[in-house]
């Protein structure tokens, strides 16, 4: 069914009339700016936490990785965080910039071609002199700087009310959004805003009632080193828009990511007895979100609320989960009963400053199979589960300045409430609070701690743990926007994180709860920004 989708939507593009004339050309674009300055989060060097060495039938490997390009840390790897939480560490501070440039061009018959350039730098990364010799350089020469700075970002054909109805079909390179973002956007929230486009064809119907989206996209591409290896995203999405200022959502979205994987190549035995015997056989992911949404204004009241479930094979996920000293993964991970939940009420005044007061929360289920029991312990053939939370896909939503910086974080629940005001027509702030709690917490073996390492009391009794603590913290933050002109914009925020000892102790809630987030004290941290914005 996806090969006829496709096929029938390039048809129908090759259909549109070849004899389009060009109308109209309009050229955009826009300038983004932002320095970050973050002070007692980062590690100046990854802290080592549980080694292997001590613990030999304790942990299966740690998986890393991002949505489904997951990787593999090396067996005999220590378990590694980027945070530290800890004033002795180095900040880190960063200036980033990001340069679009667009061109539209308008035919006859509703046909329309869109081309978008962009660049994602950080200040200094390309700087072409030398000033200790003065001698100036190409970067990329010189074994520096980037070699990408300009990407096709978007490039897309577009036919509107093809055949006199409401379709419009969308064929190239190009954004993806729907509803808040809670699960597809645009990576251009807060910091590291690199931004995010899809290989794809978009198709869709809308009328004042109601529309519907329909599209399919290549998210990787093995060309012949795989028969059926690629990574493809596929979903329906639907609005209905027949009640004033409400809108009601519902959807289906399918990851699926058919690499090929094998834990034994040169093995004596057959694949197909591996196969029988359940191991080094991985079928391709196939992660299910479906989906509802209600969000609008009612008088004075607005509000947001959206709930997702997951469901299919997470053979990805679950090779990473190889015990140390192991072969075989676990090939029966799934990402079935996980679920996730976002949602805000807020309340606007009708006097001066308008005042705005809102609540909300989100919960996102994760699970940490990571321990063993004595039998299994005992048991030198056992295969642990593999831990799989909520897959966050390409959410655009951000819940901690410090923790949830790629829109990845999961295994968690947050709880957020706040108040903005408009002194004056163009200057907005804004505080708000975040409580902040792992969803399962890890269970670590029982330790003492030397040094900033935690060394367990009996290296080899792995089955002996004790769970960490469940609160990582709460954040406050305070933000000021000020709307110069029509075009630009300026705004600057500060953000402070109360560290609490589920941060200090650690829980695998980074990397869509793939990746360990602790520290080696639980000093606060603070993050200070400043940004600027011009559009054209």
């Given at each position: 069914m996806r090969k006829l989708f496709v096929i029938l939507a390039v048809?129908?593009?090759?259909?549109?009339?070849?004899?389009?004339?060009?109308q109209n050309v309009t050229?955009?674009?826009?300038?983004?700016?932002?320095?970050?300055?973050?002070?007692?989060?980062?590690?100046?060097?990854?802290?080592?936490?549980?080694?292997?060495r001590f613990n030999v039938r304790f942990l299966p490997v740690r998986a890393v990785g991002n949505n489904t390009n997951f990787g593999v840390i090396n067996s005999n790897a220590d378990i590694f965080s980027p945070f530290d939480w800890n004033d002795k560490g180095n900040d880190l501070d960063i200036v980033e910039q990001r340069t679009r440039l667009n061109v539209n061009a308008d035919f006859t018959d509703e046909v329309s071609a869109f081309i978008e350039l962009?660049?994602?730098?950080?200040?200094?990364?390309?700087?072409?002199?030398?000033?200790?010799?003065?001698?100036?350089?190409?970067?990329?020469?010189?074994?520096?700087?980037?070699?990408?700075?300009?990407?096709?970002?978007?490039?897309?054909?577009q036919a509107e009310e093809m055949w006199g109805t409401p379709l419009r079909l969308r064929v190239g390179?190009?954004?993806?959004?729907?509803?808040?973002?809670?699960?597809?956007?645009t990576n251009d929230t807060n910091s590291f805003f690199t931004g995010l486009s899809f290989d794809g064809i978009r198709a869709t119907y809308g009328t004042d009632m109601f529309s519907v989206d329909a599209w399919a996209a290549k998210l990787?591409?093995?060309?012949?080193?795989?028969?059926?290896?690629?990574?493809?995203?596929y979903g329906v999405y639907g609005s209905y828009?027949?009640?004033?200022?409400?809108?009601?959502?519902?959807?289906?979205?399918?990851?699926?990511?058919?690499?090929?994987?094998?834990?034994?190549?040169?093995?004596?035995?057959?694949?197909?007895?591996e196969n029988w015997l359940g191991v080094d056989d991985y079928d391709p992911t196939y992660l299910h979100t479906v989906g509802l949404r209600g969000a609008g204004t009612v008088d004075a009241f607005d509000f947001e609320a959206e709930f997702a479930y997951q469901f299919g094979d997470a053979d990805q996920v679950g090779r990473t989960f190889r015990p140390f000293g192991f072969t075989y993964a676990d090939n029966d991970a799934d990402f079935d009963g996980n679920w996730a939940v976002n949602g805000e009420l807020g309340y606007t005044f009708d006097m001066n400053y308008q005042p705005r007061v809102f609540v909300g929360g989100a919960y996102f289920t994760g699970e940490d199979n990571r321990d063993v029991s004595v039998l299994e312990w005992l048991n030198p053939f056992d295969m642990p589960e593999a831990s799989v939370g909520f897959n966050r896909l390409f959410s655009n939503w951000e819940y901690s300045q410090f923790l949830d910086t790629n829109a990845d974080m999961s295994n968690f629940w947050a709880i957020r409430a706040g108040v903005s005001a408009k002194p004056t027509e163009s200057v907005e702030v804004m505080l708000k609070g975040t409580y902040l709690v792992a969803d399962e917490a890890f269970d670590a073996p029982r330790h003492i701690k030397i040094g900033r390492y935690r060394v367990p009391v009996q290296p080899r009794w792995s089955f002996w743990t004790t769970q960490n603590d469940e609160d990582l913290g709460i954040e406050a933050e305070l933000s000021a926007k000020y709307n110069y002109s029509e075009d630009l914009v300026f705004?600057?925020?500060?953000?402070?994180?109360?560290?609490?000892?589920?941060?200090?102790?650690?829980?695998f809630t980074s990397n869509n709860g793939l990746v360990f987030n602790g520290g080696t004290s639980d000093d606060d941290a603070d993050y200070v920004y400043v940004e600027t914005r011009l559009s054209f």
């Open positions: 048809l129908t593009l090759v259909a549109v009339p070849a004899m389009a004339e060009l050229v955009g674009g826009s300038i983004q700016i932002r320095a970050n300055y973050y002070m007692s989060a980062f590690g100046d060097t990854p802290e080592v936490r549980w080694p292997n962009d660049s994602y730098d950080t200040w200094g990364e390309d700087f072409r002199s030398n000033y200790v010799t003065g001698a100036d350089f190409a970067p990329v020469a010189a074994g520096v700087g980037t070699t990408d700075d300009v990407e096709i970002y978007q490039a897309y054909i390179r190009q954004e993806l959004s729907f509803g808040s973002e809670f699960l597809v956007g990787n591409e093995v060309f012949a080193f795989e028969e059926d290896g690629d990574t493809d995203f828009t027949g009640m004033e200022n409400i809108s009601i959502d519902a959807y289906w979205m399918l990851v699926r990511d058919a690499a090929g994987f094998e834990d034994t190549p040169g093995t004596w035995l057959p694949e197909w007895i705004e600057a925020g500060w953000a402070h994180l109360f560290v609490d000892d589920g941060l200090k102790d650690g829980s």
